[in-house]
């Protein structure tokens, strides 16, 4: 997701330096912050001997500078065993998105990464094969308990073109975290997998 973005934002930098050479040189930084808590839980139901149904739960909250938003993800897939390997195929995808969550919709431990909490209603957008898609409304909540050690790691993303120079230089904390959630007062149980992260960026654009 990283070098996406450090893409996007050299690529826009071309284009602004192509279309205007005459432009004076110039040299901007930026400082970003940001944190991120996710969690997927998953929930296997049999169907007949060899196949059964899979359901996971993916919820991504995070924030940047000035804004927390969190996403949730859906996914249903029915499968079978196959000569002793899995193969899955896919039943159904859900996904809602909300934007500025509100200080009573969650919380988040920046400087320990110790706990996160989220609780708000969604959209659900589903998608099924060869149906028109529906949506529906769910509300999340999520809870999130940092665990083990805080791992720090970091690096530099470059892009260099012609008279455009982009530097990206990053910081990351991470800490592996246990987690609970429901959704529609529904128990998912204890997440699959769940961290708890917050990052750095200094951002560095020069032209010629």
Do not use: Y
């Not at 899955?88 to 988040?108: E, I, K, M, N, Y």
């Not at 609780?119 to 060869?130: N, P």
């Not at 990351?172 to 992260?197: D, W």
Request: proline content about 1%; charged content about 20%.
């Amino acid at each position: 997701m990283r070098r996406v973005i450090v893409t996007m934002v050299a690529a826009g930098l071309v284009t602004g330096a192509m279309a205007g050479p005459a432009l004076a040189s110039s040299n901007t930084a930026h400082r970003f912050k940001g944190a991120a808590a996710i969690a997927e839980w998953q929930s296997k139901v049999p169907l007949s001997k060899g196949r059964f149904q899979l359901t996971t739960w993916f919820v991504d909250l995070f924030s940047s500078n000035s804004r927390t938003s969190a996403e949730v993800f859906k996914e249903v897939v029915n499968c079978k065993l196959v000569n002793g390997h899995r193969r899955c195929r896919l039943v159904s995808f859900s996904d809602g998105f909300r934007r500025s969550l509100t200080a009573t919709q969650f919380t988040f431990d920046r400087k320990h990464l110790q706990v996160a909490h989220l609780d708000a209603a969604f959209r659900l957008r589903t998608f099924i094969r060869g149906k028109p898609s529906r949506t529906s409304r769910v509300t999340i909540v999520a809870d999130w308990a940092g665990t083990g050690k805080i791992s720090h790691s970091g690096g530099v993303d470059s892009f260099h073109s012609r008279c455009v120079h982009f530097h990206d230089a990053f910081k990351l904390r991470q800490r592996m975290a246990t987690a609970t959630g429901s959704v529609n007062g529904k128990s998912l149980g204890s997440a699959k997998r769940a961290s708890l992260s917050t990052n750095t960026d200094v951002i560095v654009q020069h032209r010629c």
